[in-house]
């Protein structure tokens, strides 16, 4: 057997299974539930393969429209209040000694890789009416009736934002790790008092940070079923929920399947997005 | 015992081994001397079994190397990265070539002992390769390779990744180890003074095909192209008379006198006439720059010793070279310029 | 830097920022302990909560479920992602199918969970007549197992010497002893934390089980039926376990990821 068989035989050994699994049961599933988007649910459930549009129709109606928005604005709520709580959070990291930085990452980063669920489950119990944080402002007699801060908007928030905070630390952590803090000095020498030396050279250097944390709370969050199940409680319904009850409950699959064609348009926008941007500061970065 | 024959190696569309034959003779520190990309890597390479040559013969001792593999073959390499297992230690490492052998455990770590104190690292045994130093791990990669006892060890640029001052100690470490353990040495380098200093015999490689091959003394005196004087030290150019060839004169022979004094210079081949332009003080020497009427530099190294006399910039000179000291060598094809100049190593 | 005043100023955040992570998870554990059950009240310290874990059937058996789940998942993951990482360090050289490598981890997980309770449901409920279980959750489980187990082989690979092959050939070891005694040795680490990361995301893994397991139960969708319909006080100790569990597991893949990672 020559030298270039051998080589094609050791990719396909190699890559074969992975790929071969994949396009199995990633490609075909995927494409295929974004296929039914364009048929229709049969009687009983199921799909019944009329080509129709009606989906689509169907999702422009201003019930799920309003749906869309409210997961977007939630899922931009959650990625905004990440970033305010993340990037001192990261910054705070990244101008430690070095022997502290890797141990104060695993720190943060550790709560991410346990169950979301249970950990949505803890601020159930602690943003109940009964729960935690009532009883103790209750106690120390702070306020006298609970305050609502379960099953509304404001939970769903603090909880997504809660589960993918360590996701924004991190790209942060690595884009403040490299700038160099003379930068920062010129720009003091030059004139420019605190505030606005952060504002006009050290934050934009870190952008590309700042979008990729960005990035990885904003899409989990869109799509986002737990949170908004456990936190909101059946009265706020983002995205995911719909998905839900369209395939397990309403088993409209077709229709379904438009929702989560929408998540994926609206997630390769908000890539799309962040690509022009990392494009947009290379190309400034030449000049 | 080494012999290379019409060896011709072709990755993609590049020639990297244009027809290469050598002969390296038993015991001797032959060094394959070139810049990056002359193929001196991929010659070593197929010495030792990870290359094989697309035409050509590879022998040791009379028996043919090619389609042997390299765990088949009496050769040992001593890599550029030292390739030093991180997670044994370093006597481990050192006894792993006698263990695959088939060495018995307990023989195999007390000749790698040994062979860790003949390098002065009889200590470090129990220790894992990343608490060494670089000049460290090169010593046990060597006692790696030479614990085996191969006929031949093959050096891959082996002095490049250690500092500036450890690099002269272990020229003469590794001159010294090749005579004491008395087998043959490959290096491969592209540092000229490496070569020079260590080896017996030096070949000159470019693009692929051998420029010269001879000992130290007789590629840096009496260079046969311009690329090999021009590789080995500092040279004088001068257009000689026939077509395609030029005359070499080192600046330590270029004998150089004020022009009020030009007949204290006697039996010269040649001279020229000029003016200094600059003078640099080097401590055991002076550099002195000279441009030539008609145009041209040429450039002289006076020891300070015989400088008694020492000229500065502005006067005018004239310079030569006694028959001896000028070397006709073949331009190998690039144009001679028609005013002298100097290259530099 | 930027004064004493901001500094002790970011370091009062970065507190509060670290307090605000780990207090959900500390108040189940100390709720755990909890006698009276509730939040609103101290009963005492008990472990009486464990006791009644155990014999809780309905959680016993989902939590032995969702270990063969995490199991074969792991198994599979890291047979084809080592392999793949290989293939994709070494024996090729290309960004399309990195990027391709990279999906199944940032695909949402409840577009890729109704992707296969549609393909399942087509492919092997109708054409073969089978229903969902807990093989169906294996399988989805995998197909993004592959993928993290993958990148942390490969991170690991890269960091890798090939010379030290080449060198353990030289020394008089064939191709397949040098693969046991260099190149496995050298892997194993990186091949260890992807199976922990992998066994760990399968654990806890609750939207793509929810989507096709049918009619089993694996341990996240337990907790969350009782979450959902009516929490026992048994939850806060079995979700104390489950975190304890998580991070021990992933404290343990990151000392073997390699010292120089400060990436997940």
Known sequence: MNGSTRLRLRRGALLGPALVWWTALLAAPVLLVLAYSVFQRGVYGGVVYDFSLDNFDRIADSLYLDVLWFSVRVAGEATLVALLIGYPAAWFIATRPERWRTILLVLVVLPFWTSLLIRTYSWMVLLNDEGLINNGLQSLGIIDEPLSLLYNEFAIVLGLTYGYLPLMILPLYAAIERLSPELREAASDLGASGWRAFLTVTFPLTRAGVTAGCIFVFVPSLGNFLVPDLLGGGREQMVGNLIQTQFLKARDWPFGATLALAIIALMTIVLLIQAWINARDRTREVA | MIEIQNVTKRFGGVTAVDDVSLTIAENEFFALLGPSGCGKTTLLRMLAGFEEPDSGVLSLDGSDLIGVKPYKRPLNMMFQSYALFPHMSVLDNVAYGLKMEGVKKAEARSRAAEALEQVQLGHTASRRPAQLSGGQRQRVALARALVKRPRVLLLDEPLSALDRQIRGEMQIELKRLQHQVGITFVVVTHDQEEALTMADRIAVLRDGHVEQVGAPDELYERPATRFVAGFLGDANLFPAGTQGEEIVVRPERLRLALAADASSLVGLADTRSGRIAEVAYLGTARKYVIDLKGGGTAQARVASVDDTRPLTAGDEVVVGWAPADGVVVDAGGAPVPAVAETVHA | ?264
């Open chain 3, 1 to 264: 830097m930027r004064g004493r005043v901001g500094g002790k100023v970011l370091g009062v955040g970065f507190a509060a920022t670290l307090a605000f992570l780990y207090l959900p998870i500390l108040v189940l554990v100390v709720l755990s302990f909890n006698a009276s059950g509730l939040p609103t009240s101290w009963g005492g310290f008990t472990t009486g909560w464990y006791s009644e874990l155990l014999n809780n059937d309905g959680l016993t058996k989902a939590f032995l479920n969702t270990l063969i789940v995490a199991f074969w998942a792991t198994l599979i993951s890291v047979v084809l992602g080592t392999l793949l990482a290989f293939g994709l360090e070494k024996a090729v050289k290309s960004t399309g199918l990195d990027a391709v490598s990279y999906i199944p981890m940032i695909i949402p997980d409840i577009v890729l969970a109704i992707a296969l309770l549609s393909f399942y449901n087509l492919v092997f409920t109708q054409w073969l007549g089978l229903s969902l279980g807990l093989w169906s959750v294996i399988l989805g489980h995998a197909t993004f197992g592959i993928a993290f187990v993958a990148i942390i082989v490969r991170t690991r690979l890269r960091h890798f010497d090939d010379s030290m092959v080449e060198a353990s050939l030289d020394l008089g070891a064939n191709e397949l002893r040098t693969f046991r005694h260099v190149t496995l040795p050298a892997i194993t680490p990186g091949i260890v934390a992807g199976a922990l990361v992998a066994f760990t995301l399968s654990l806890d893994e609750f939207v793509i089980a929810f989507f096709t397991a049918g009619t089993s139960v694996t341990f996240p969708i337990q907790v969350y039926s009782m979450v959902r319909f009516g929490v026992t006080p048994e939850i806060n100790a079995a979700a104390t376990l489950v975190v304890g569990v998580s991070l021990v597991l992933t404290v343990l893949a990151l000392r073997l990821r390699g010292r120089s990672e400060t990436t997940l």
